[in-house]
């Protein structure tokens, strides 16, 4: 494969349009007058800001049509950089084998991803038509999953033989170690490839020449195996500092290796995931999809809040009695419910974003649910106070009985908030259910239906 051009060995802008700050309808105008006056300065371009160039245009023909004239060794990182639904509706667009020319410039593992985003069809006529030792490289990885380790890993690295002394090891990356990007480890393995041990490329630097490699290697470096989540890959990384990390089969065969910039793309994606989940949109809800599509993903959510909206409803009307004879009760039950609502979404957040980070287990749960819960009979007793005392002088006509009606059911609420935002969590969690999936919508009929209850079934007991 081809050893992508660095952005050191670029030839350097010669003015601020040509560095980046070319924008769309610049572009396109350039594209009109002197089409090889465009190419050259997109090839002056950076993939990201190519990618930004091509997000600033006003619709696909546009893309397209600057598309044609960026680079090929250029092209397959900048379209990774768009977002992934009109990644795919562009890829549909370009002929397999400008595909196939951009896939030749780009690492394996970056190649995996492009050709993951077409139609299998086009895929296996772009494998088909590369060089024998590319196809070798991206067939295995195409049979992983994304969202794995065998889809994050690059078969690009530097392995050495156990019984190798440093000379050696030294002398061979020189001739061979150029063609590898973003190189911070050398692999070391026995006859069978079997991951033996792995030497920091500084170590390897410093050391005396006849010493073997297996007395520097680190036999305790951590790992990833092919088939394990992404985001337990990203928590690797997180605990052990490492700036890449060898990949081995179930055999313990080393067969890649996954860098730093790809897990920062992966924490990215978790924490929008979850972010979206938690408000109850799709994790592929972006802005570049058709309407139809982004409409057809809410609403199915939005339906679902709608039933559970309907069982708050139902809880009122069973006190519509009530209400029709105190009519501050209409005013104030709302704060009652947004109270416990808010309380439960910090409860939440902090939970779910604790056991996505591996922070919050099932084993931990119990200190952790006693922290949230007291928390919650903490603050819900000192606003329960407040309201009372608000709502005492606010309706007068029924005194300091409504004051403690509204202050009690605040903080029975704020007590269930904090017990439900923290157990629906976790008990998701032991279904191996995606926590921020659903927990949002059941903490919402849980702090509506326990505080409508509350409130309006205590005011039935002490004010009629």
């Not at 667009?93 to 050709?115: C, K, N, W």
């Not at 692999?187 to 041990?197: K, T």
């Not at 009530?322 to 209409?330: D, G, M, Y």
């Not at 935002?421 to 659903?438: C, F, K, S, V, W």
Request: proline fraction near 4%; charged fraction near 25%.
């Amino acid at each position: 494969m081809r050893e992508p051009q660095r952005d050191n060995e670029r030839p350097q802008a010669d003015s601020p349009l040509e560095s980046g700050g070319m924008n769309p309808k610049q572009a396109l105008e350039i594209l009109q007058r002197d089409p090889a006056l465009l190419g050259r300065r997109l090839a002056d371009m950076h993939n990201a800001d190519l990618a930004e160039l091509l997000l600033g245009c006003a619709n696909d023909e546009e893309r397209l049509a600057l598309i044609a004239h960026i680079p090929d060794e250029l092209l397959g990182e900048a379209l990774l950089e768009l977002p992934e639904a009109m990644q795919e509706e562009l890829l549909a667009r370009i002929h397999p084998d400008d595909i196939g020319d951009a896939v030749e410039h780009m690492d394996s593992d970056d190649a995996t991803d492009l050709l993951q985003a077409v139609d299998k069809e086009v895929a296996d006529a772009v494998i088909e038509g590369l060089e024998p030792e590319e196809r070798r490289e991206i067939e295995p990885l195409m049979a992983h999953d994304e969202e794995s380790a065998g889809g994050l890993m690059q078969v690009e690295l530097f392995k050495v033989r156990s019984d190798w002394k440093v000379e050696k090891v030294l002398e061979v990356l020189r001739r061979f170690g150029r063609e590898i990007e973003n190189l911070n480890y050398v692999y070391v393995v026995d006859d069978e490839d079997v991951l033996v041990g792995v030497l920091p490329l500084h170590t390897l630097l410093f050391a005396e020449p006849d010493v073997p490699v297996m007395e520097l290697a680190r036999s305790d470096f951590p790992y990833a195996t092919s088939g394990q989540d992404q985001e337990e890959v990203a928590h690797i990384f997180e605990k052990y500092d490492v700036l890449a990390l060898p990949v081995v089969d179930e055999n313990h065969v080393l067969v890649g290796r996954i860098t730093a910039d790809d897990i920062l793309d992966v924490v990215q994606e978790e924490a929008t995931e979850d972010m979206y989940r938690l408000a109850a949109l799709s994790d592929a809800d972006d802005l570049a999809e058709p309407v139809t599509t982004t409409a057809r993903r809410r609403g199915v959510w939005l339906g679902v809040n709608l039933l559970t909206a309907i069982a708050a409803s139902v809880v009122i009307s069973m006190f519509e009695a009530t209400i029709s004879q105190i009519v501050a009760l209409a005013v104030l039950m709302p704060i009652v419910a947004s109270m416990g609502g808010i309380a439960g979404t910090q409860t939440l957040t902090v939970i779910v974003r604790g056991i996505a980070l591996g922070r919050v287990t099932f084993a931990n749960a119990r200190r952790t649910l006693i922290k949230e819960v007291s928390v919650s009979l903490v603050t819900g007793a000192l606003f329960a106070l407040t309201m009372a005392l608000l709502a005492s002088f606010w309706f007068p006509e029924w005194g300091f009985r409504l004051g403690l009606i509204i202050g009690a059911a605040m903080l029975i609420n704020l007590f269930a908030a904090g017990l439900a935002g923290a157990l629906i969590p976790l008990t998701l969690q032991r279904l191996n259910i995606d926590p921020a999936l659903a927990s949002g919508t059941i903490l919402t009929t849980v702090t509506d239906v326990v505080g409508f209850f509350s409130f309006l079934g205590l005011a039935t007991l002490f004010l009629l």
